[in-house]
């Protein structure tokens, strides 16, 4: 039988005001720049107190290649960057740079913009921001784009400067997107920095759900807070441990640090993943680190409810249930947060099968599908929460 699946981790309700995060789509990218010139406008939807003045745009000429041990990269040269919000439809504000429309972006530097005076109401604003990207990162994402057309998302190959008209044509044949850093403005609310892999980042997440949220993380918080999406397929706990600055400088725009890592490192050992874990940790400092039970491997059909169409994947089982006893245990400078009951029968290593539950969560055994990417942010029961980094809560 399946466990009743509860978040066991949940923010307060208190937080003091700051500048953090107050977008959801953010995030890191996976390729460096090649040199063209692009038209993106993206769709972003803006927390907002109604007493926030403005926004800053925070863009970084950096990547992470979606290939095991693989390390932040600074791109080759500077990219460059012309943006402006549009809100209310019709009207365009310039992001200015240091005063300027254009911003220079050194490699592996982040660089926020000036103050955007976009003054939004209270709640959540849907904004359009137009953006010409040069010579800058992109993810791409073969399944599962981070770019949404049906909702008005598009890119195009030109070197017309849009930002302050708009007319921006979308090319479906790209498969990249281009992503903002982050956006922050002066704020009560709370945050979450999703690091992690391809779950993450959204691998085989194909449905477009209108929000413009991708992977387990960011559909589970992004509906309720601001986020930030760093999750970059293939990557490793034990790579990001090695290699985290300017990821967790970027996630640090929000309150708490949500993990999903441990999926990738079935070639590895527990002690070094838990070991991972309490380097990443160390490394948030005063921010809560908050890391997810590693999701259930397996192959087959996923159909029966007594798994005979599923054959676990080897060693891979017993490293999820040693890191997973791990973390429900209790594992020093790390908060636990129950993921896997969302996908996984009991403890077996086993996915929840389609006489479970009436869907499937998976075609690939492991990666989540669009109902299993779903699932987690439809069962969202929080109980107890930690205290927040000193004077935020």
């Known amino acids: 039988m399946a466990r009743a699946f509860n978040l066991t981790w949940a923010p307060s309700a208190v937080l003091a005001r700051w500048i953090g995060q107050v977008g959801i789509r953010s995030g890191f990218c996976n390729g460096g720049g090649d040199g063209s010139t692009y038209a993106v406008r993206q769709f972003e939807d803006i927390y907002s107190d109604g007493l926030m003045p403005g926004v800053y745009i925070d863009f970084l000429n950096a990547y992470v290649p979606s290939n095991p041990n693989a390390s932040e990269t600074n791109g080759a040269s500077d990219g460059h960057v012309r943006c402006a919000i549009e809100h209310p439809a019709g009207t365009f504000t310039q992001v200015k740079f240091s005063g300027g429309a254009l911003g220079t972006m050194p490699p592996g530097v982040i660089v926020r913009s000036d103050l955007c005076p976009v003054v939004l109401p209270a709640g959540v604003t849907r904004v359009k921001l137009h953006m010409q990207m040069h010579n800058m990162p992109s993810y791409t994402q073969a399944n599962g784009k981070r770019r949404d057309p049906t909702h008005g998302d598009a890119i195009q190959l030109t070197s017309t400067d849009l930002t302050m008209t708009g007319g921006e044509t979308d090319d479906p044949t790209f498969t990249r997107s281009f992503l903002t850093n982050a956006i922050v403005g002066s704020t009560t609310s709370h945050s979450a920095g999703c690091v992690g892999d ?159 539950i009436l869907q499937a969560l998976t075609d690939d055994g492991l990666h989540p599908n669009n109902n299993g990417y779903v699932r987690p942010s439809g069962l969202w029961l929080p109980s107890a929460a930690p205290t927040y980094m000193a004077g935020y809560g």
């Not at 969302?342 to 099968?353: M, Q, V």
């Open 198 to 356: 391809s779950i993450d980042a959204g691998e085989n997440d194909t449905l477009m759900d209108g929000l413009g949220l991708r992977g387990v993380l960011c559909r589970f918080y992004g509906a309720r807070m601001p986020c930030i999406n760093l999750g970059i397929a293939s990557d490793q706990t034990t790579a990001f441990a090695a290699s985290h600055a300017l990821r967790i400088a970027t996630a640090k725009n929000c309150t708490f640090i949500a993990s999903n890592y441990g999926v990738n490192d079935r070639a590895d050992t527990v002690s070094n993943v838990l070991a991972a874990y309490q380097t990443i940790a160390a490394a948030c400092g005063a921010w809560p680190f908050v890391q997810g039970t590693v999701t259930p491997s397996s192959s087959g059909a996923w159909t029966n409810s007594n798994h005979s169409d599923q054959t676990l994947n080897g060693t891979y089982t017993s490293f999820i249930e040693g890191v997973n006893s791990a973390l429900r245990a209790g594992l020093s400078g790390v908060t636990t947060n129950e993921i896997a009951p969302a996908f996984e029968n009991g403890t077996t290593g086993y996915w929840l099968a389609f006489d479970d």
